[in-house]
């Protein structure tokens, strides 16, 4: 449940629903491979090792609440989607996910990554948080 209005509230789904309908977006699932869209990549990592890039930027730089990740090793034009949001473009997600939580009062827990195929790893994380609008919603955890 979040608070969305200062007292009431109100369940995940709606209070995300909310939330995007004010212009911020969500990323779960990243469907991009390693970076061969500027002299600036990272070129020729195996998915291994594009998994620990990924699973440190989680556990250290809690990007899903920084924006704070490694953008080497994704395509400018990567797809980040979940049940909610739809969006693609590396800096564009990177700036909606700066803007959405406090990372003083917000967290990431990774719970799970693998190689499912040599062209996609899964992550399940759980998140929970406060988001920065003036009523200051709590976003109880989710995975």
């Known amino acids: 449940m979040a608070d969305m209005n ?3 509230k109100v369940g995940r789904r ?7 309908l004010a212009g911020t977006f969500f990323g779960a699932t990243e469907i991009c491979g390693a970076g061969l869209a500027s002299q600036t990549k990272y070129t020729n990592l195996s ?3 594009i998994k620990s890039i990924i699973e440190n930027d989680i556990n250290k730089g809690q990007y899903y609440v920084t924006g704070n990740m490694t953008k080497e090793i994704y395509e400018n034009n990567c797809r980040f989607r979940d049940p909610t949001t739809d969006l693609t473009g590396l800096d564009k997600y ?6 959405l939580f406090d ?11 693998a190689v499912i195929d040599p062209h996609t790893i899964e992550a399940k994380w759980r998140l929970e948080g406060y ?5 200051n919603p709590h976003i109880e955890p989710y995975e």
């Not at 990177?94 to 803007?99: L, P």
């Open 6 to 8: 200062g007292g009431g």
């Open 14 to 20: 709606a209070a995300l629903q909310r939330i995007a």
């Open 47 to 49: 998915i291994e090792e």
């Open 94 to 99: 990177i700036s909606a996910v700066k803007f």
């Open 103 to 113: 990372p003083n009062s917000s967290k990431q827990e990774l719970l799970s990554i």
């Open 131 to 135: 988001l920065k609008f003036p009523w």
